[in-house]
């Protein structure tokens, strides 16, 4: 599996990504928004788009299609539940489904409610596995739930779905947000040592050649898999005591997440 990550250096700091098969020159674009630039890429590396994968209906991930459907006349494939809200789709996926690129490369389907509820995450079946996570999960991060989702399912994603996948699943996810990501996680863990030095390693990072996280990594820096981390529900509660003094994970991402709307 051949992973192209396209930095779009848009104000949404949106990637696009690019899925080869290294045998067929096949190719699947993820959320294309910068269709132009995906044509491009696909073009220079010798590759055939045949598929579009919109992680989710909104519209800086959906908003490409047409004119990848115009270049290529590709298939656009999409949470089932999403059908109407989509340009262009005519596949729709579920939990479990496979998606196959050229002769190399199988994608399972997670069904990922949260950021919407009509929220698909793709998990390669590589050796070492890759999450194309849209605005589920970010590097060090978890999406919002401002348009069409709600909290509680993004719980259930995170602790049922993403705590269940391996140290060593690369994370690649629809936009760049890991410098403001660490900066929260130091703020709601002060003393988090290796989200400190993340933050002044990567302080001037090119999005361009981003950082690929771990789920391991992510598990050190994020906040939203630090439910139990004795500093955050020590910080919360003195905060907010009406949680109790051992509140539950549940409780302590949902306030997690409230806390970083406005942070």
């Known amino acids: 599996m051949i992973v192209e990550q396209i930095w779009t250096a848009n104000a949404y700091r949106n990637f696009n990504y690019l899925i080869a098969c ?6 699947l674009a993820i959320d294309p928004l910068d269709f132009r630039r995906c044509l491009d890429v696909a073009r220079k590396r010798g590759w055939h788009i045949s598929q579009v994968l919109n992680t989710h209906e909104h519209g800086d991930h959906t908003g490409g299609n047409k004119g990848i459907i115009s270049a290529t ?35 399972q389907c997670l069904d990922t409610p949260g950021h919407t509820m009509s929220h698909i995450c793709l998990l390669s079946q590589t050796d070492q596995p890759a999450l194309f996570s849209g605005d589920t999960l970010f590097n060090a991060g978890a999406g919002n739930c401002h348009n069409g989702g709600h909290p509680e399912e993004l719980f259930e994603t995170f602790e049922q779905q993403l705590e269940a996948l391996g140290d060593d699943t690369l994370i690649y996810p629809g936009h760049d947000y890991l410098l403001n990501n660490l900066a929260f996680t130091l703020d709601r863990e002060p003393d988090n040592a290796i989200a400190a030095k993340m933050i002044r390693d990567y302080e001037n990072q090119d999005p361009a050649d981003a950082l690929v996280t771990t789920m391991a990594q992510e598990r050190d820096i994020n906040t939203f898999f630090r439910l139990q981390n004795p500093e955050v529900v020590a910080k919360l509660v003195e905060e907010f005591p009406e949680m109790g003094d051992n509140p539950d994970a549940r409780a302590v991402f949902l306030k997690l997440r409230e806390l970083r709307n406005s942070w």
């Not at 290294?22 to 190719?27: I, M, N, P, R």
């Not at 999409?78 to 989509?86: D, L």
């Open 22 to 27: 290294s045998e067929t020159g096949d190719a």
């Open 73 to 107: 006349r590709a298939k656009v494939i999409a949470h089932r539940n999403a059908e109407g809200r989509i340009p262009g789709m005519s596949v729709g996926v579920g939990a479990g489904d496979v998606i196959k690129v050229g002769n190399t490369v199988e994608l």
